[in-house]
């Protein structure tokens, strides 16, 4: 353009909002057109007009004899200048003399190939992670072995997942049935069940005295040993008809046999064994059961102090259909094994009897020598045939308290792995 033309040519501006006054610049991606005449352009427009965000969506099509090139003002092939900038370009109109200037729109054309969708795969190209991008290098030029491998781990994926969805639904329910508390409270105590330590009672392994070890105080308190008073008159007012009638019923047999040896002479010790009998009772009784109801120990005339105690002590707050419920977990009634032996230890000159104890309990005898080892206690098993010899009819195992504690070592056994053939 010369300087005259120039001088004789004005500007004008085009309505900018009106869609059929926009200019569309096109690029192509493969090279430049030699002969653009011979392109076969068209535009299609998104027909959705009232989306605010498909209205103005515009697709350019190039067709030639050989290819055909495609070009669109959204998705992820579009080109993000259009969303950064304005565009406008100037068209002379050679009769007027005016340069009309319009707005304009970038278009980059690629070529189609039939058969091929390589824009679906784009999107996921850039937000694939290094996992992806091997596994996709592994179905496409992997071994036998390695996709064997990759469809393995695929698989135990989705199960993985679906096992997830499934837990999660599961805890969800429990929780909202259980409580939060009593679930955490629950956790606490089987991450528990492995350390007896935590459930035996206070120990003093530097006494000087073995009943100074476990102290009686720690068992019962001053107080609480005070409200069994009357309960404790009531056992020592047992006959030996009675007490024959509770061995027969399956009564405790620790309990009869406290009762049977209780001291005649010295009314302090008998008082004393009569009262630890009704609270030993209880321990037991406790022992046997899972849920726990607020009447536990009325029948029997327990005091309401030591059933405040056994339920805060022994038992553990849970949910069920929504209202508070004492259970006795396994961890509990370890604890009760333990607090019951160390009872049986004062009531008898710091020796017990195991097999009597773990047969009331309702736990097995190997869980009962469990809990005596982990109370540093020393076992007995006297043998049958010295038994006999000695004119001993008892031949049940016994642990005692002698000082210095035991300290047992931990046996973990290990199982042997089974070779695969």
Same mark, same amino acid.
């Given at each position: ?7 004789? *040519?004005?500007?004008?501006? *085009? ?28 535009? /299609? ?39 950064? *900038? ?11 003399? +005016?340069?009309?200037? #319009?707005?304009? +729109? @970038? ?26 991008? =091997?596994?996709?290098? @592994? ?7 390695? $996709? ?8 135990? +994926? =989705?199960?993985?997942?679906?096992? #997830? ?37 206070? %120990? ?47 009564? *405790?047999? %620790?309990? =009869? ?8 002479? =010295? ?8 009262? %630890?009998?009704? /609270? ?14 607020? $009447? ?9 102090? @030591? ?31 333990? /607090? ?5 230890? #004062? ?15 309702? @736990? ?43 300290? /047992?070592? +931990? ?11």
């Amino acid at each position: 353009m010369t300087t005259t033309m120039a001088a004789s *040519c004005s500007l004008v501006c *085009c309505e900018q909002d009106k869609e059929s006054d926009k200019a569309a610049i096109v690029r192509f991606s493969n090279g430049s057109v030699k002969n653009a005449g011979k392109l076969d352009i068209t535009m /299609y427009k998104n027909t959705d007009e009232s989306n605010p965000r498909k209205k103005s969506r515009r697709i350019m099509v190039a067709e030639t004899n050989r290819l055909s090139y495609v070009g669109n003002n959204f998705g992820a092939g579009s080109m993000r200048c259009n969303s950064l *900038c304005k565009y406008y370009v100037g068209v002379l109109n050679r009769q007027t003399m +005016q340069m009309e200037v #319009h707005s304009a +729109q @970038i278009f980059n054309m690629q070529p189609a190939i039939p058969g091929e969708t390589t824009e679906a795969a784009k999107p996921q190209d850039t937000t694939q992670t290094y996992r992806e991008k =091997v596994d996709s290098l @592994i179905e496409a030029f992997g071994t036998n072995k390695q $996709k064997r491998a990759l469809s393995s781990r695929r698989l135990n +994926q =989705v199960g993985s997942d679906t096992l #997830h969805q499934a837990v999660a639904k599961a805890a969800t329910n429990v929780i909202d049935q259980k409580g939060l508390e009593a679930l955490q409270q629950e956790v606490a105590e089987t991450e528990a069940q492995g350390d007896l330590a935590l459930h035996l009672p206070p %120990c003093n392994a530097n006494a000087d005295k073995p009943e100074n070890v476990y102290l009686f105080d720690d068992l019962l308190s001053p107080v609480e040993f005070g409200a069994l008073e009357q309960a404790g008159s009531k056992m020592a007012a047992l006959t030996s008809e009675e007490l024959q009638k509770m061995r027969d019923d399956g009564g *405790c047999l %620790c309990v =009869v046999k406290l009762l049977e040896n209780m001291p005649t002479a =010295v009314e302090e010790a008998r008082d004393k064994t009569a009262r %630890c009998a009704f /609270y030993l009772s209880m321990l037991l009784k406790l022992a046997r059961q899972k849920n726990i109801t607020r $009447k536990f120990g009325q029948e029997e005339g327990c005091p309401r102090i @030591i059933q405040s105690k056994l339920l805060k002590t022994f038992t553990m707050e849970t949910f069920n259909n929504g209202r508070v419920q004492n259970m006795v977990s396994a961890s509990m009634r370890a604890k009760l094994a333990a /607090y019951s032996l160390a009872l049986l230890l #004062h009531m008898s000159h710091m020796t017990a009897d195991l097999t009597l104890l773990h047969r009331d309990l309702g @736990i097995t005898e190997a869980r009962m020598t469990e809990v005596a080892k982990s109370m540093g206690l020393t076992l007995i098993k006297p043998y049958r045939g010295k038994a006999e010899e000695a004119g001993l009819q008892d031949t049940n195992r016994q642990a005692s308290l002698v000082l210095p504690l035991v300290k /047992y070592d +931990q046996f973990t056994e290990r199982r042997k792995r089974r070779k695969m053939h």
